[in-house]
């Protein structure tokens, strides 16, 4: 029965996407998991976000909440203080859930209470919702403990997870004034007191289409550095020295091969090429950058 199952509250925060809201709230209500809430978070839309809501408020499953524009995090706060579940899940505007993707989740749980975070694979999709890849089947995951490979490299997607409240009971929400990558803090932050796990198939379809934020590179970069920085500073000793040095090493080239491949910024690239072996002299992937910009190669 329903009762018998944890409460999941799933928060849709919500700005000028009237086009493609209807689906994702669809594709929560159509949960093969029936005990759900759906908090919809409108940050202040300009479009018909309220026409396209409308058809949604008889289900009393449904809570839709208006707030001036705040921005994302301020609207996923918001809906995870007004929410009720034991367990929170996120879903943006533009995307979707796969229908079994909470009955595969929730049940990790039980296995320990030390247990955070559940998280799983995407498939990305079109404007037009057309499939256009998966998660490769040789992407790396990682469970349990994953603060040393998380400062690496966030592998965790956003609209995969389902958290335990007791999460942000404990560490707080999303930080209010990052622009960008207000889901690498939270995980980083997350990693330090519970484990990880995740579903090892595609449970999200990830909508890709231009002028989305995601595709701010550069931005994601330049936040994600202060990201790193900051969580140093608050949680020191939770990284040991050669992931740190693992992990610079890998953001500077990435950060390099945004600036070569994306704008042509040869000189900033080799600079940050050079940053990266500063920290880790052998790091190949930094050497191989240098010698494809010297070749031309892009």
């Given at each position: 029965m329903m009762s018998d199952k944890p409460l999941v509250s799933a928060v849709i925060a919500a700005y000028n996407m009237a086009e493609y809201l209807p689906l994702a709230v669809r594709s929560v209500l159509a949960q093969s998991y029936k005990n759900i809430e759906v908090l919809i978070v409108d940050d202040g839309s300009t479009d018909n976000t309220r026409e396209v809501v409308e058809e949604f408020l008889g289900d009393p499953r449904i809570n839709y909440i208006v707030q001036e524009n705040k921005g994302q995090a301020a609207a996923k706060n918001r809906g995870v203080y007004e929410s009720s579940g034991e367990y929170i899940a996120f879903l943006d505007a533009d995307d979707m859930w796969a229908p079994e993707k909470l009955d595969l989740q929730i049940p990790i749980f039980s296995r320990s209470k030390a247990l955070g975070v559940v998280y799983a694979k995407l498939i990305c999709i079109d404007e037009k919702g057309e499939e256009l890849l998966a998660m490769p089947d040789n992407y790396v995951l990682f469970r349990g403990r994953v603060s040393n490979p998380l400062f690496i490299r966030n592998f965790i997607r956003f609209g995969t997870v389902v958290i335990r409240?007791?999460?942000?009971?404990?560490?707080?929400?999303?930080?209010?004034?990052?622009?960008?990558?207000?889901?690498?803090?939270?995980?980083?932050?997350?990693?330090?007191?519970?484990?990880?796990?995740?579903?090892?198939?595609?449970?999200?379809?990830?909508?890709?289409?231009?002028?989305?934020?995601?595709?701010?590179?550069?931005?994601?970069?330049?936040?994600?550095?202060?990201?790193?920085?900051?969580?140093?500073?608050?949680?020191?000793?939770?990284?040991?020295?050669?992931t740190e040095k693992e992990a610079w090493a890998h953001t500077y080239v990435g950060f390099g091969q945004?600036?070569?491949?994306?704008?042509?910024?040869?000189?900033?690239?080799?600079?940050?090429?050079?940053?990266?072996?500063?920290?880790?002299?052998?790091?190949?992937?930094?050497?191989?950058?240098?010698?494809?910009?010297?070749?031309?190669?892009?």
């Open positions: 409240r007791e999460c942000f009971e404990r560490l707080g929400g999303f930080k209010e004034y990052i622009r960008m990558g207000i889901d690498y803090d939270l995980w980083l932050r997350f990693s330090t007191q519970y484990e990880f796990d995740y579903v090892d198939r595609p449970l999200l379809y990830y909508r890709v289409w231009p002028g989305q934020m995601s595709n701010n590179f550069k931005g994601r970069y330049l936040n994600g550095i202060e990201i790193m920085k900051s969580f140093l500073q608050e949680f020191p000793g939770v990284i040991d020295e050669k945004c600036l070569r491949k994306s704008d042509r910024q040869i000189g900033p690239a080799l600079g940050f090429y050079v940053r990266a072996l500063s920290h880790k002299l052998n790091y190949l992937p930094a050497w191989r950058a240098i010698i494809a910009t010297f070749l031309g190669i892009k």
